[in-house]
T-cell receptor, first 116, second 114 residues
Framework: SQTIHQWPATLVQPVGSPLSLECTVE??????LYWYRQAAGRGLQLLFY??????ISSEVPQNLSASRPQDRQFILSSKKLLLSDSGFYLC???????????????FGNGTRLTVT | GENVEQHPSTLSVQEGDSAVIKCTYS??????FPWYKQELGKGPQLIID?????GEKKDQRIAVTLNKTAKHFSLHITETQPEDSAVYFC?????????????FGGGTRLMVKP
């Protein structure tokens, strides 16, 4: 069966510090991968998605970047965190390619980031 | 692109009562509608989904109905229990592109009082 792992679960970072959040998926090949952000009490905002190694699409302009160095690894980064980067970050995967339309997203348990 | 509206934003029911959450969408080409349950401190988990070739789907106490003409779909939870308390999200797909992106509703916080 497929599993998705995110770490760390919680993170407190000062303004201006770098960020690296990691997500890995097991049990599937060439998944589509996604990063979402959820502000407190709010809905889910898509930040990035990837359909393959090195292929990243950004949905919103921001202080963050994403990379996919391996098939089942997705990393969310920032060089200098802002207060507004605080939130709950969720990684998700879905099946690949043309089979992906009309198929669900599967979420990890998220990383709660607090920028102080 | 797709726009998904979800109502109500909060819902409080007595244990044993039914709960209904409604969503509307804008893209008439959409044909897949999942529902997610998010418990505190966790990621959203898929609980049920429906495709447009059916009007209703049921899984034990949970059911989803779809009205493609009116472009709305609803989640029905019967005989609610305290463990049903969570935030529920509906979603609809962004038209086909390179990734399977979903647009989510704003969420409904369901509170089931014992």
């Amino acid at each position: 069966s497929q599993t998705i792992h995110q770490w760390p679960a919680t993170l407190v970072q000062p303004v201006g510090s770098p960020l690296s959040l990691e997500c890995t998926v097991e049990g599937t090949s060439n998944p589509n991968l996604y990063w979402y952000r959820q502000a407190a009490g709010r809905g889910l905002q898509l930040l990035f998605y990837s359909v393959g190694i090195g292929q990243i699409s950004s949905e919103v302009p921001q202080n963050l970047s994403a990379s996919r160095p391996q098939d089942r690894q997705f990393i969310l980064s920032s060089k200098k965190l802002l207060l507004s980067d605080s939130g709950f970050y969720l990684c998700a995967w879905s099946v690949e390619g043309v089979r992906s339309y009309n198929s669900p997203l599967h979420f990890g348990n998220g990383t709660r980031l607090t920028v102080t | 692109g797709e726009n998904v509206e979800q109502h109500p934003s909060t819902l409080s029911v007595q244990e044993g009562d039914s709960a209904v959450i409604k969503c509307t969408y804008s893209d008439s080409a959409s044909n897949y509608f999942p529902w997610y349950k998010q418990e505190l401190g966790k990621g959203p988990q898929l609980i049920i989904d429906i495709r447009s070739n059916v009007g209703e789907k049921k899984d034990q106490r949970i059911a989803v109905t779809l009205n493609k003409t009116a472009k709305h779909f609803s989640l029905h939870i019967t005989e609610t229990q305290p463990e049903d308390s969570a935030v529920y999200f509906c979603a609809a797909p962004v038209p086909p592109n390179a990734g399977n992106m979903l647009t989510f509703g704003g969420g409904t916080r369901l509170m089931v009082k014992p």
